[in-house]
């Protein structure tokens, strides 16, 4: 939040749109930043505390899928391939070791 404001937002979850089937979790999603927001850094702060939230858990990796290209190799993401969404949606699924 800022100045009352939703200034950005992600979700910390199990699965997000992954199938069952993958296996992957916990997941980053929904991840976003409003327009007058951005350029402050509030994405990285996000996955940032999202990936602490998942160490404290006990987990030794983190993953979200996205369509965005280039984003998430800065906050030291890996791709993994491109999956089939729950949705049925092909989007690019990246892992992080914590």
């Known amino acids: 939040?800022?100045?009352?404001?939703?200034?950005?937002?992600c979700t910390f979850t199990n699965r997000d749109e992954m199938p069952r089937e993958?296996?992957?979790?916990?997941?980053?999603?929904?991840?976003?930043?409003?327009?007058k927001y951005r350029g402050n850094r509030l994405s990285?702060?996000?996955v940032n505390a999202a990936c602490n939230?998942?160490?404290?858990?006990g987990f030794s990796a983190i993953y979200l899928m996205s369509g965005e290209v280039g984003l998430y190799g800065k906050y030291s993401f890996t791709k993994v391939g491109?999956?089939?969404?729950?949705?049925?949606?092909?989007?690019?699924?990246?892992?992080?070791t914590l």
């Open 22 to 35: 993958y296996g992957c979790g916990p997941l980053i999603g929904f991840l976003f930043v409003a327009e």
């Open 44 to 46: 990285e702060q996000m």
């Open 53 to 57: 939230v998942a160490k404290e858990q």
């Open 1 to 9: 939040m800022r100045d009352d404001d939703a200034a950005a937002f």
């Open 82 to 96: 491109d999956y089939k969404t729950m949705y049925g949606s092909v989007d690019q699924l990246f892992s992080k």
